[in-house]
């Protein structure tokens, strides 16, 4: 299959414009207009309470071990939690995932069916629990699990406060419509680590530079539980770390078009495994 994103590939930097709709219908569903021009949607108030105080209790008897889970990754140099994945089964969270409002949601950006390509919980726990470099998650998929288009958004789901100082995510806005193809490391990369500690896929100061030339400022995703953030999966997104007292505990479903299935990495090297990209 014809490579049309190349990354990861070389020592070179290059933006390059995308080519795929970043929703199909704009017309149908509230916010989806606004979604395909800036690449993020705030939605407040979506959820139902309880639901949601009954999904955060769940994230953190992960957290804590008190509930055992298999697919997990740390925080770099630390035994300290950062993610929990392949969630979306967990019947607590897969109520959330199946609100008929967020289904609408997902066939007017898609254009028809999609299916969970990641699910996870991402904890930002309090003193000093690392953020996240400038990326964009696209970036990460076509190289590392081959997704081959863009054509797949993440829904994410605050279940605590997210707040200007614990760490909110920071996104650029109409960033999703340029694609960065970003240098190779000379490091031996894992799947592991590189969840963990993004070795790749960083736009460099003079790609990022452009970005925020076009977007005319950041925007800082301040949130609620309840709330629900829907972003592209090419907006350059950030987050900082977690200084303060107060968890930043966060769910994602990542929604992938069935027309745009997974195939071999666009990058080379070993399809992750199942629990960070499913191919079923
Ligand atoms: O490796 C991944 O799939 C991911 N990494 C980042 C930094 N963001 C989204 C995604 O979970
Ligand atoms: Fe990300």
Redesign the pocket.
Same mark, same amino acid.
């Given at each position: 299959m014809k490579d049309k994103y190349p990354t990861r590939k070389s020592k070179k930097t290059l933006l390059m414009q995308r080519e795929e709709r970043a929703a199909y219908d704009t017309d149908s569903v509230y916010g989806i207009r606004e979604y395909a021009e800036k690449g993020f949607y705030h939605y407040k108030n979506f959820f139902d309470s309880g639901a949601i105080d009954l999904a955060n209790s769940r994230a953190a008897n992960i957290y804590s071990g008190e509930t055992e889970h298999g697919y997990i990754s740390h925080e770099p140099d630390s035994d300290l939690l950062r993610?929990a994945?392949n969630i979306h089964n967990i019947p607590a969270f897969n109520e959330l995932l199946h609100d008929p409002v967020l289904a609408s949601i997902a066939a007017a950006i898609l254009g028809g069916s999609g299916y969970v390509h990641?699910s996870?919980i991402?904890y930002k726990n309090s003193y000093g629990s690392a953020g996240?470099?400038w $990326?964009s998650?696209f970036e990460?998929?076509h190289s590392?699990?081959g997704m081959p288009e863009m054509r797949a958004f993440?829904a994410m789901i605050p279940l605590t406060e997210n707040t200007n100082e614990n760490g909110c995510l920071m996104v650029v806005p109409h960033s999703h419509e340029v694609f960065c193809s970003c240098a190779r490391s000379d490091e031996e990369l894992n799947a592991e680590s590189?969840?963990s500690e993004?070795k790749e896929?960083i736009p460099p100061p003079d790609a990022l530079d452009e970005y925020f030339h076009r977007a005319n400022g950041i925007v800082s995703i301040t949130c609620d539980p309840g709330d629900l953030v829907i972003f592209d999966c090419n907006t350059l $997104?950030v987050s900082h770390p977690n200084l303060t007292p107060n968890s930043r505990t966060n769910l994602?479903f990542?929604l992938n078009s069935v027309e745009n299935r997974l195939v071999e990495p666009f990058s080379g090297g070993k399809a992750?495994p199942d629990y960070?990209?499913h191919r079923a």
């Open positions: 993610s994945l990641q996870r991402n996240w470099d $990326h998650d990460t998929w590392q699990d993440s590189e969840f993004q896929g $997104h994602f990542v992750r960070m990209a």
